[in-house]
Nanobody, 123 residues
Framework: VQLQASGGGLVQAGGSLRLSCAASGRTASVYIMAWFRQAPGKERDFVAAITKIGTTPYYTDSVKGRFTISRDNARNTVYLQMNSLKPEDTAVYYC?????????????????WGQGTLVTVSS
């Protein structure tokens, strides 16, 4: 499967952005989908993931209540709605797909990656 992330940009603190990840090559519904992010000079960290049929999301603590992951399997697309953005959310955001059955937070567990989209939050 090929993943194409989009929707990044520059936003002021407190603003919102919605990231999209379009899957092609194979239907996205066979994968657990996730978002990771990598800030400059830091490791790539887990942000959120969602189960194959979209019933169960999981978030890292720092984004709970502000970010929402969702998926539209008919469109082979996963979204990350980001509200109340903070400067510390600045990073390149990557979408990823996992053929497993349980949500994982370790990036090594994910089989496919998109190219990343840059989110910059100004203070």
């Amino acid at each position: 499967v090929q993943l194409q992330a989009s929707g990044g940009g520059l936003v002021q603190a407190g603003g919102s952005l919605r990231l999209s990840c379009a899957a092609s090559g194979r239907t996205a519904s066979v994968y657990i989908m996730a978002w990771f992010r990598q800030a400059p000079g830091k490791e790539r960290d887990f942000v959120a993931a969602i189960t194959k049929i979209g019933t169960t999301p999981y978030y890292t603590d720092s984004v709970k209540g502000r970010f929402t992951i969702s998926r539209d399997n008919a469109r082979n697309t996963v979204y990350l709605q980001m509200n109340s953005l903070k400067p510390e959310d600045t990073a390149v955001y990557y979408c990823a797909a996992d053929r497993g059955v349980v949500i994982q937070t370790r990036l090594e567990e994910y089989d496919y990656w998109g190219q990343g989209t840059l989110v910059t939050v100004s203070s």
